[in-house]
């Protein structure tokens, strides 16, 4: 009996020790691959973070900042279905631990990914939603970039509204004036925030 007890210990030691050292090990590979996205090289840094995910964490906040991490950089990769994968896989994070900034950033995140697909009116939802916790949390930073972030999705939207369109020089179509307008407005809120 004392003996299967000892070996109970142990086993709960040497678990102890995997996971501290799964920790270390995640979280330098994390630390490696943002060092090198820093540095310009994106793909090698989503081959770290894809690492770090591999080895895996307990630590659920340091999970979303690689996830978040890892959406930046297929975003700068032009790889826009992953980019949007991870920055999902953040925004389901930061909302099961209960990081509304981290839920904010997600969602803007996911606002500019989907903004590039073309996904107009679910990426002014996903800006929305960044705004509005910026706003419940006091975060001016996040409060200007989501009001940024709005009003760019929706000069991309007039943008697009304008391809095809014909008209007269000096002329817009009246949806196309009423999204651009939106657009400004936003922009003029980032200048007063």
């Known amino acids: 009996m004392a003996q299967s007890a000892a070996n109970g210990v142990d086993q709960d030691l040497a678990t102890k020790r ?7 090990s995640c979280l330098e590979l ?11 090289d994106f793909k090698g840094g989503t081959a770290f973070f894809e690492a770090a995910v591999q080895v895996g964490t307990e630590d659920l906040k340091t999970l979303s900042a690689i996830y978040s991490q890892l959406g ?13 994968e991870y920055h999902k896989h953040d925004l389901t994070l930061a909302r099961t631990i209960g990081d509304k900034i981290g839920e904010g950033k ?6 500019n990914t989907l903004k590039v697909l073309g996904r107009f009116d679910e990426a002014v939802v996903c800006c929305q939603r960044h705004l509005d ?5 006091g975060d001016k930073v996040g409060e200007a970039r989501a009001l940024y972030n709005i009003g760019n999705v929706l000069h991309a939207k007039g943008k697009q509204q304008l391809w095809g369109c014909t008209q007269e020089p000096g002329e817009l179509p009246s949806d196309v004036r009423e999204t651009l307008q939106k657009a400004t407005g936003f922009y003029e809120y980032v200048s007063i925030i």
Do not use: V
């Not at 930046?72 to 949007?84: H, I, R, S, V």
């Not at 997600?106 to 606002?111: C, E, F, I, V, Y």
């Open 133 to 137: 916790i910026s706003q419940e949390q």
């Open 30 to 40: 994390a630390l490696e691959g943002e060092r090198l996205c820093k540095a310009g």
């Open 72 to 84: 930046n950089a297929y975003f700068y990769l032009k790889e826009y279905g992953k980019a949007l």
């Open 18 to 24: 995997l996971h501290s050292r799964m920790e270390a």
């Open 106 to 111: 997600a969602s803007g995140n996911l606002g």
